[in-house]
Each structure stands twice: as structure tokens, then as C-alpha cells.
């Protein structure tokens, strides 16, 4: 079970709690303001926007970071984007629900297209056209399920890249997640390079499974 959620963070609450694509919008476009100042404050700890992005580049032999086109699949405010322009990449696209939360990311400047997207549907996006995908913080408590999201992470991975994935700990299993990639390696679409658990928002005990896929088929 997770830590309970700190009172200043009633968002966060919220839209783990929502039932529907609609209400979970609707959180996100209220806290698009101030997600920043409260997710990205150093006393939350939220490290895994920086973990991911280590990640990605560590595990990604194909390409550079600068060579490197690359997907933030529920980007947010670009916490996650930021952290990969830190490492100098520097095609990076976005989707995410909110238009809001898509508003504060293009402020970054660090990303080149950015998009509305449902992640529950499929993703309008060619096959195999990133040597990166990231996604943080979006496979958690009423947002998004693992199908198709995850089969449509790999879709859209081109072979020999690789997908990074934070899942909330407590649906990796219950959620249909660790299922799901079972399924992508029995199809032989993937490799499944790692799935540790990674503290998540440090000191609060929310933890994720940090997974990293490498994508063997073309397709
Ligand atoms: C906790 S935030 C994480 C944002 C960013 N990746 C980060 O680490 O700061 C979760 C994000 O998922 C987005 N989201 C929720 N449901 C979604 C869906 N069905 N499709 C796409 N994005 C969704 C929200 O709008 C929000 O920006």
C-alpha cells in the first residue's frame, strides 16, 4: 500500500480516484497551474521524471540522446522532457490528455510537437517512428490500463528501441500490467530488459516498477 498523500497534494488524490477519462481531464486541466510547484518541488522528491530519463539514455545502445527521436507519452507540464534536454536530446514529442498540462510542457521550449492524446485509445502515430519512448507517472490509479497503451508504446517504437515505463506498484499486478508485457514477449514483440521497483516519489513510499522494454520485432 502507498504512503497517504500529502495534504498539500489534494490533486494527486483526486485523479487516482477518478473514474473516468472525462473527470481525470478535468483534474489535470485544474492543476496544470501549480503541478509544477508541487510535484516538481524538491521536498516532494519526485525523481522519477530524472530516473526515466537516466534510464533512457543508459539503455538506449541504438542512438545518442541528440540522435534520438523520442516520445514523452503523457507528458504533463515536460518534467520528463526537460530531463532529456538536459541530456541533450533534442527531438522530443509529447502527448498527453490535457490541453493545460500541454500548455505549461510548450513553455519548456524543449519539445518539437506536442499533442492532445487519449492514451486508452490507440495512439495517431505511424509504426515505428521513435528510438525512445518514455512514460512517467501515467500508468498509475485511474488513468491509464495497460491495453492497448502498452501494445501502442511498442506499436510506435522503432526495433532495437526501447520503451521506459513507470507503473504505481499496487496495479503492476491487480492492473493487468505485468500480464499484458507477458503477452508483448510470448508475441515476440519485446524483450524485457528490466522491471525493478524504483522508489517513486522518495520518502512518501509510493513506489513504481520501472519498466524497460527493448522492441525485437519490426513492425
Ligand atoms: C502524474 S502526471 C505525470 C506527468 C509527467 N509525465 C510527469 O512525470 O510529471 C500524469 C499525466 O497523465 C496524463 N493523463 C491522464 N490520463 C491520460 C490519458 N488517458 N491519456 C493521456 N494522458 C493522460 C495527465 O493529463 C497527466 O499529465
Known sequence: MSAPIPAQNLYLG??????????????YDKWAATYNDEVGDAAQSYVAPVLVAQAAIKYNSSTSPANSVILDAGCGTGLVGQA????????????????????????????????????NRPINQAAATYDTVVCVGTFTLGHVGPDPAL??????????????????????????????????????????????LIDYVKGHGD???????????RS
Open 14 to 27: 483526486q485523479a487516482r480516484a477518478t473514474k473516468s477519462v472525462e473527470d481525470c481531464m478535468s483534474i
Open 84 to 119: 532529456l534536454s538536459i541530456a541533450s536530446a533534442k527531438a522530443i514529442d509529447g502527448i498527453d490528455l490535457s490541453a493545460p498540462m500541454l500548455e505549461v510542457a510548450r513553455q519548456t521550449g524543449v519539445y518539437r510537437n506536442l499533442d492532445q492524446a487519449d492514451m
Open 151 to 196: 501494445r501502442e508504446l511498442v506499436r510506435v517504437t522503432k526495433r532495437k528501441g526501447i520503451v521506459v515505463a513507470t507503473i504505481l506498484e499496487e496495479i503492476w499486478v491487480p492492473g493487468g500490467f505485468r500480464d499484458e508485457v507477458e503477452k508483448l514477449k510470448a508475441e515476440g514483440l519485446v524483450n524485457v530488459v528490466s522491471a525493478d
Open 207 to 217: 513506489k513504481a516498477v520501472l519498466l524497460i522494454l527493448e522492441k525485437i520485432q
